[in-house]
């Protein structure tokens, strides 16, 4: 069967650190992938998504940028965390015409 | 503009009552479209996919309508009950196999005992 993991669940960072989170999908080849993020009381807002390796498509200009070394692996980075990167960043996995799969988010506060 | 509009305002009905939830978009022309439970400090969880070519879909107590001349997408919970609050979110895949999946804002349920 399929899962995804997605680490941590909570971080707490400083104003101007850098950022790494990661998220692996198993039992499955060839996902779609997008990290997602949700501010509090908001709607899922979509950061980036990938149809394969090497392929991103960033959909808001952020701070934030995104990597798929590996099929099965989704890594949302930063050089230098803003306050307004806090937020429930949720990593998901989906095949076409399937419904998509989450992660257990991580809930991310800038300090 | 690129829309995609569920109600913003929480709906409470009481229990045993049929919920119905709206979402509306506009200027996307979905392949299919979903809705999702989400709970509170959880990842959404899917319910129910309905296709372009379908007009409804069913699964136990919930029902899914897709109008492509209306763009409107109505999400109902018959029989509800208190375990049923949440937020519900709606979401779209774009024809084409962009695997661009966009949701919704979402809107809240509360179903009174």
């Known amino acids: 069967s399929q899962t995804i993991h997605q680490w941590p669940a909570t971080l707490v960072q400083p104003v101007g650190s850098p950022l790494s989170l990661e998220c692996t999908v198993e039992g499955t080849s060839n996902p779609n992938l997008y990290w997602y993020r949700q501010a509090a009381g908001r709607g899922l807002q979509l950061l980036f998504y990938s149809v394969g390796i090497g392929q991103i498509s960033s959909e808001v200009p952020q701070n934030l940028s995104a990597s798929r070394p590996q099929d099965r692996q989704f890594i949302l980075s930063s050089k230098k965390l803003l306050l307004s990167d806090s937020g429930f960043y949720l990593c998901?996995?989906?095949?076409?015409?399937?419904?998509?799969?989450f992660g257990q988010g991580t809930r991310l506060t800038v300090v | 503009s690129q829309k995609i509009e569920q109600n913003s305002e929480a709906l409470n009905i009481q229990e045993g009552k049929t919920a119905t939830l709206t979402c509306n978009y506009t200027?996307?022309?979905?392949?299919?479209l979903q809705w999702y439970r989400q709970d509170p400090g959880r990842g959404p969880v899917f319910l129910l996919l309905i296709r372009e070519n379908e007009k409804e879909k069913r699964k136990e107590r919930l029902k899914v309508t897709f109008d492509t001349t209306l763009k409107q997408s109505l999400f109902h919970i018959t029989a509800s009950q208190p375990a049923d609050s949440a937020t519900y979110l709606c979401?779209?895949?774009?024809?084409?196999?962009?695997?661009?999946?966009?949701f919704g804002q979402g809107t809240t349920l509360q179903v009174k005992p």
């Open positions: 200027n996307y022309s979905p392949a299919y």
């Open positions: 979401a779209l895949v774009t024809a084409g196999n962009t695997g661009k999946l966009i």
């Open positions: 998901a996995w989906s095949s076409y015409s399937t419904e998509a799969f």
